[in-house]
């Protein structure tokens, strides 16, 4: 439980309403450049290959049920593997806080260089923490990359400027370049119904002072009427080509017409984060160049229930991919301004499976290149997937892109009872809960982690499959636990959150 305030100063209050920005505070502006747009921001000790980041949050850490944990495993010419990698708790030394039974430490991630010093920082959501008086308030820690790596020295605490009981602030997590004026990246952060987005001044850090945050907060999320949401999820991505990243936070709608996936899409503008417009499709979301022209495109899904408005027949989830252009943002299609998005499901021509009830299709999402062509691929997880008569074993997708977009031709899936995949499906795995498209050995071709945080009897397991010159592959495809890697393994649920 903390008593205490962060370093992380709370300086300033805005309210965010269409057209309206996050101004970035004179006292807090930096020196602009030093961060890209559409950076991926995965490199902790900026040796030019990305590193995998992921949580256990449900494991158990001094003694301490659910506490949670994350691990690191350093890229290199020979990807990743189980010997360049680290464990982090709130028990790591440096770290701030304590372990605590039900803290959920890794059930959200982000990564970005918050401070502007050329390495990626980790930033690890905390939504279980109690802020005394207020239980499950929440937090995110952020832990400084170095040319060693990330470490838990001076690592930071953030929170809401007003802990709410039960807020369950660090739910989701975002960083990216959204503003001109800092040279670091910007963190995003919800809770159960509210945006909240820091900054880091550059020239305290780098002169060794305590972390200095400036907070700009909205208390409730920006939505055309009648698309209100509770958030789940964020991505961000450089939509409208201006070399700024712009935020697309994703959820499901509250109030009479309630659990359906809706977004809130902000454009990264000179003079902040501006709230666009709300979004069909949500609570999943990723983002990446599919069609390989220079804009940024949203994917978007929702995996329980697409409707008459979603767009999608059957109801084993939908996947939309809305594709980015000069000035508008994810709304552009091929057709023009203004037309809808392109959705996908189980039942479209050429996608292997069908579309069942529970599926869970486009729970997890990620987008980049598998095969080196330049266009970025769609990975989908489906963890409800059935496998035989394995109920919830689980099985992910991937979909190519070509400069068309997103197509079926080339698409292909696997579970855990497809040739050369590890291990054999079982009721409640949820293979495909989390997946990540991630290039550790700097090839130009992006492999695929697929997790099961309910293998294993809850351990949680990740597979990594390869990609070659066809993109992924399971022909030499391997697994990892929380052991594996030096962390507690029993019940930890590793892989419930994979950075994208």
């Known amino acids: 439980m903390r008593n205490y ?63 949670g944990y994350v ?38 991630l982000a990564t970005g260089d918050l401070d502007g010093d050329g390495y990626d920082d980790a930033i690890v959501g905390v939504p279980g923490e109690d802020v005394e008086p207020a239980g499950d308030a929440g937090g995110a820690v952020v832990l400084w990359g170095s040319p060693k790596g ?47 987005v820091f900054q880091y001044d550059a020239a305290l850090l780098k002169k060794g002072t305590a972390p200095l945050a400036a907070a700009e907060h909205k208390d409730d999320i920006p939505a055309e009427p009648g698309h209100e949401i509770a958030p789940k999820s964020l991505t961000t991505g450089d939509y409208d080509g201006n070399g700024l990243a712009d935020l697309v936070v994703s959820g499901v709608t509250t109030g009479t017409a309630s659990g359906k996936g809706w977004s809130a899409y902000f454009s990264g503008q000179v003079q902040g984060l501006t709230f666009e417009r709300s979004l069909r499709g949500g609570p999943s979301v990723a983002s990446g160049d599919v069609n390989n022209d220079g804009y940024d495109d949203l994917v978007t899904a929702d995996p329980s229930r697409p409707d008459s408005d979603g767009g999608g027949a059957g109801d084993g989830g939908v996947v939309g991919v809305y594709y980015g252009s000069a000035g508008d943002g994810p709304v552009v299609g091929a057709e023009g301004p203004g037309t809808p998005p392109v959705w ?22 990620s987008v980049a290149d598998t095969n080196g062509d330049g266009y970025a691929d769609v990975a989908i997880g489906a963890p409800g997937e059935d496998v035989g008569t394995a109920l919830d074993a689980g099985a992910v997708w991937v979909l190519r892109g070509t400069a068309d977009g997103v197509t ?16 054999v499906p079982e009721r409640g795995d949820g293979w495909g809960g989390q997946v990540r498209l991630t290039d550790p050995d700097k090839d130009g071709r992006f492999g ?16 990594v499959l390869p990609a070659g010159a066809g993109g992924v592959t399971a022909s030499g495809s391997w697994t990892f636990d929380g052991g594996s890697l030096g962390g507690p393994a029993t019940g930890a649920g590793l892989g419930a959150a994979i950075d994208e």
Do not use: C
Not at 76 to 101: L, M, W
């Open 150 to 196: 990330l470490s838990g020295t001076d690592s930071d605490w953030l929170q809401a400027d007003e802990p709410t009981a039960y807020a369950e602030f660090g739910g989701a997590l975002a960083a990216a370049h959204f503003s001109p004026d800092i040279s670091g990246d910007q963190l995003a952060v919800t809770d159960r119904s509210d945006l909240t």
């Open 344 to 365: 996908w499901t189980q039942d479209s021509a050429g996608i292997p499976g069908t579309s069942e009830r529970g599926d869970g299709w486009g729970t997890d999402l």
């Open 448 to 463: 695929l982690l697929a997790a099961a945080p309910g293998e294993d009897q809850n351990n949680g397991v990740v597979w």
């Open 71 to 108: 691990t690191v495993q350093y890229g290199a010419p020979s990807g990743i593997g189980t010997s360049r990698s680290a464990v982090f708790s709130q028990n790591t030394d440096g770290v701030r806080g304590a372990a605590e039974q039900g803290d959920g430490f890794g059930r959200a």
């Open 408 to 423: 079926a031709a080339g698409a292909a899936s696997w579970d855990q009872d497809s040739a050369n995949v590890p291990g």
């Open 5 to 67: 305030r962060s370093a992380a100063v709370v300086a300033a209050s805005f309210l965010l309403m269409a057209g309206a920005a996050i101004a970035a505070p004179s006292a807090y502006a930096g020196t602009p450049g030093g961060t890209k747009a559409n950076d991926r921001n995965t490199d902790f000790n900026g040796d030019g290959y990305e590193d995998v980041l992921i949580g256990a949050p449900a494991g158990t850490v001094g003694g301490k049920w659910a506490a």
